[in-house]
């Protein structure tokens, strides 16, 4: 499965992105997407997931703010960030737990980084 993300760039404090996250290949079923991000020297945390179903999960920093959705049938996956801050800086990475043709189970993947860059 090949993921391909975009959407990133630099942005003024109180703007707004919108990532994209497009997963291709042999694929049966996207079950979990999502994103994370990770700033400079610390870890790769949450930002935000939805399930197949539609449930989802946000940290408490992007509630009320960021807004995930997907669109099942082109296997994509969206974050829309508004009120960014300059605290939002981070590589964002997509997530996603995909159903193969012929697999038993979920596959989890990491999609390539993208850059957002929010400043004051």
């Known amino acids: 499965v090949q993921l391909q993300a975009s959407g990133g760039g630099v942005v003024q404090a109180g703007g707004s992105l919108r990532l994209a996250c497009a997963a291709s290949g042999k694929i049966a079923s996207m079950h979990l997407m999502g994103w994370y991000h990770q700033a400079p020297g610390k870890q790769r945390e949450l930002v935000a997931t939805?399930?197949?179903?539609?449930?989802?999960n946000y940290a408490d920093s992007a509630k009320g703010r960021f807004t995930i959705s997907r669109d099942n049938a082109k296997n994509t996956a969206y974050l829309q960030m508004n009120g960014l801050k300059p605290e939002d800086t981070a590589v964002y990475f997509c997530?996603?737990?995909?159903?193969?043709?012929?697999?038993?189970?979920?596959?989890?993947?990491w999609g390539r980084g993208t850059q957002v860059t929010v400043s004051s």
């Open positions: 939805m399930s197949s179903s539609g449930t989802t």
């Open positions: 997530y996603v737990e995909t159903m193969l043709l012929g697999g038993v189970r979920p596959f989890p993947q």
